[in-house]
């Protein structure tokens, strides 16, 4: 996935669909935050963030419960994210090139190898004038598959992932201390980071790892995982004290994500619904091509942006990313984004 990259499960259906609906729910949030924007509420980093833990706890699942040959796990992940993030980054900086915007080679090639949140520094990637901020999520993710999967190499490292993961998981968090208490010297983006955001992903992966050891005595009731989806947003809120983003929402998205088999099944079912599953297949498509739309908005008629940015990125998803979806994986392709 980039960040929307729909990995799926061995497991039933039933849990395919409501999984499908968690990343709907997060693109719908995406949506809301850029073309309905509250300032009570950071929904989009809240999308961003469902994303991840979604993706944390399927990479540690395929990767070192299931065992996934790592020749299958690349092919899968180029096959869903690489095609369409390679249109969508020619087309842009094919327009800057056309229109004279200011762009060099060494910013194109930080952007296609996923490291743009650290290369060039400046201007960051928040300012470069051109649409392609919200790639940052995908450089942490693109980065997140290339850790875990360097993890499934030392033979040595067998069954003890999940500890490794969650002092890493440690770690971050302390980074997001360290970065918002240190003296400004370092980027004012230091959040989009690997060594910040990542959190979500491998407090996720570590908790689906370590569900097995803490089963015997941890009893979920249908509650549980609301209560914890309600505690994670809260780090959402424009005032909300720092460690709550860092500590609380983490955990409590990783909660959520791993127990909603557990939790109530009105909430599976509205998970489940056609309009949620559908979002969350074509989430990839819309996430990158929402952003110049939304970065364009004030110039277009009121609602035109969203309507561009929905019609575009179902044109992108039926047109190429699901075509050579299914040319790349082959017999391994299935709608529903197989992993």
Not at 62 to 88: G, K, M
Not at 238 to 247: E, Q
Request: proline fraction near 6%; glycine fraction near 8%; hydrophobic fraction near 50%.
């Amino acid at each position: 996935m980039g960040i929307l990259a729909s990995l799926s499960v061995s497991s039933a259906t039933p849990r395919l669909a409501y999984l499908d609906g968690w990343r709907g729910l997060a693109i719908l949030f995406v949506l809301q935050s850029h073309f309905l924007p509250s300032s009570t509420f950071e929904t989009g980093q809240l999308g961003v963030d469902i994303f991840f833990s979604l993706s944390g706890l399927l990479m540690s699942r395929v990767l070192f419960v299931e065992r996934q040959a790592l020749s299958v796990f690349y092919r899968r992940r180029i096959a869903r994210v690489v095609p369409t993030f390679l249109l969508f980054v020619a087309l842009v900086y094919g327009a800057a090139a056309f229109t004279g915007a200011h762009w060099n080679w060494g910013e194109l090639v930080a952007t296609l190898l996923f490291v743009r949140t650290y290369l060039p520094s400046d201007p960051d990637i928040w300012h470069t004038g051109l649409p392609i901020g919200h790639l940052w999520s995908l450089n942490v993710e693109e980065q997140g598959y290339m850790f875990f999967s360097f993890l499934r190499l030392p033979s040595w490292l067998r069954g003890r992932e999940a500890w490794l993961l969650s002092f890493v998981a440690a770690l971050t968090m302390w980074m997001f201390y360290h970065f918002t208490h240190a003296p400004q010297t370092h980027s004012s983006s230091f959040e989009i980071r690997t060594e910040v955001a990542g959190s979500f992903l491998l407090v996720s992966a570590a908790y689906q790892l370590l569900l097995p050891n803490i089963r015997p005595w941890l009893h979920v009731t249908p509650w549980m995982p609301l209560v914890a989806l309600t505690t994670a947003s809260v780090g959402y809120l424009p005032n909300s004290h720092w460690w709550v983003g860092a500590l609380l929402s983490p955990l409590g998205l990783a909660f959520t994500v791993n127990h909603l088999n557990e939790g109530p099944r009105w909430f599976r079912n509205l998970l489940a619904c056609a309009p949620l599953r559908m979002l969350g297949l074509w989430s990839y498509s819309i996430y990158l091509w929402q952003q110049p739309f939304f970065e364009h908005k004030a110039d277009m008629p009121t609602g035109v942006a969203c309507i561009g940015a929905l019609a575009t990125g179902l044109t992108s998803y039926y047109c190429w990313e699901r075509p050579w979806r299914r040319k790349i994986n082959g017999r391994d392709w299935s709608p529903l984004g197989g992993r």
